[in-house]
Nanobody, 125 residues
Framework: QVQLVESGGGSVQAGGSLRLSCAAS????????MGWFRQAPGKEREAVAT????????YYADSVKGRFTISTDNAKNTLYLQMNSLKPEDTAMYYC??????????????????WGQGTQVTVSS
């Protein structure tokens, strides 16, 4: 059974940094998709970044390019999202997600059927 557990959210001032972590367990294959999504109050959920586990091309939303970095520690089965130069508009609940697609690019429009519980990020001006 796949499980995703996020941590690392919190409150920071604009311009600050946070690193989110997502510990994954239960995957039996070496290639699959993982990503970070966020949802702000009153807004639709949006993809922030995706990462093909096993190698390939990452995806970043235009709003976070140059500020956020998605990465993994394969030995720890953990996905990270390093968030720098945070803005108030980055305030949202952040979710880690995954699916079983084994290609080299994880589209943000794929169906992600595994989700973590979410971690809140709040950026004050």
């Amino acid at each position: 059974q796949v499980q995703l557990v996020e941590s690392g959210g919190g409150s920071v001032q604009a311009g600050g940094s946070l690193r989110l972590s997502c510990a994954a367990s239960g995957f039996t294959r070496s290639r699959y998709c993982m990503g970070w999504f966020r949802q702000a109050p009153g807004k639709e959920r949006e993809a922030v970044a995706t990462f093909p586990i096993g190698g390939g091309t990452t995806y970043y939303a235009d709003s976070v390019k140059g500020r956020f970095t998605i990465s993994t520690d394969n030995a720890k089965n953990t996905l990270y999202l390093q968030m720098n130069s945070l803005k108030p508009e980055d305030t949202a609940m952040y979710y880690c997600a995954a699916n079983s697609f084994s290609g080299a690019y994880c589209s943000p429009h794929f169906n992600y059927n595994y989700w973590g519980q979410g971690t809140q990020v709040t950026v004050s001006s």
